[in-house]
């Protein structure tokens, strides 16, 4: 079983940086896309940016200019640097990466941007 595990949240004031990475275990392919996902309370999940195998990448608007994810294929992992943060940046932020047909999730990890 596929098995996704976030780490590197946590408390930061605005304007300041977190790296999150995020680990997949159990899987003897390299997934087709990865990426991260954030649900802040009262909020309906959202993307905030993918990758593909090629390193094709997208973006929510809102974190374009702030935000840069990478993917290692070969340890199937992804990370998400995150620059000048913001308070609505504020949520729960899930790993996520799919197989074609087949779609995983991590258990998420959570960012908090506070003075």
């Known amino acids: 079983q596929v098995q996704l595990v976030e780490s590197g949240g946590g408390l930061m004031q605005p304007g300041g940086s977190l790296r999150l990475s995020c680990a997949a275990s159990?899987?003897?392919?390299?997934?087709?896309?990865m990426g991260w996902y954030r649900q802040a309370p009262g909020k309906q999940r959202e993307l905030v940016a993918t990758i593909t195998r090629g390193g094709r990448t997208n973006y929510a608007d809102s974190v374009k200019g702030r935000f840069t994810i990478s993917r290692d294929n070969a340890k199937n992992t992804v990370a998400l640097q995150m620059n000048s943060l913001k308070p609505e940046d504020t949520a729960v932020y899930y790993c996520?990466?799919?197989?074609?047909?087949?779609?995983?999730w991590g258990q998420g990890t959570q960012v908090t941007v506070s003075s």
């Open positions: 996520n990466a799919g197989f074609y047909g087949n779609s995983y």
């Open positions: 159990g899987s003897g392919f390299s997934f087709n896309a």
